[in-house]
């Protein structure tokens, strides 16, 4: 098990940038690909994006893609997801998740944090 803990969310306005970070103990971090997920009130939790272990392959939901980035630095045992441009749909609480091998298929993710809320006022 990897225990995970996610920081960086806040108040921003429509079209301002967050980083959310996610500090990870226990087990070898770069043995796990390491996803963000989001869970906006009254709705389902959905993927966000996700990033292999070996930072060769990154993953992103269609209505990110190109506005978020995730990372990764194995040294410090953190995952990062840069959030720019931000809408109000964006807000949401963000959860960060870590699963043991290939990130695909973008599922079967046993380890979560307690997440981090992420406001975006219009």
């Known amino acids: 098990q990897v225990q995970l803990v996610e920081s960086g969310g806040g108040l921003v306005q429509a079209g301002g940038s967050l980083r959310l970070s996610c500090a990870a103990s226990?087990?070898?971090?770069?043995?796990?690909?390491m996803g963000w997920f989001r869970q906006a009130p009254g709705k389902e939790r959905e993927f966000v994006a996700a990033?292999?272990?070996?930072?060769?392959?990154?993953y992103y939901a269609g209505s990110v893609k190109g506005r978020f980035t995730i990372s990764r630095d194995n040294a410090k045992n953190t995952v990062y997801l840069q959030m720019n441009s931000l809408k109000p749909e964006d807000t949401a609480v963000y959860y960060c998740a870590a699963k043991g091998g290939s990130a695909y298929p973008l599922s079967d993710f046993g380890s979560w944090g307690q997440g981090t809320q992420v406001t975006v006022s219009s």
């Open positions: 990033i292999s272990r070996s930072n060769n392959y990154t």
């Open positions: 226990g087990n070898i971090f770069s043995s796990y690909s």
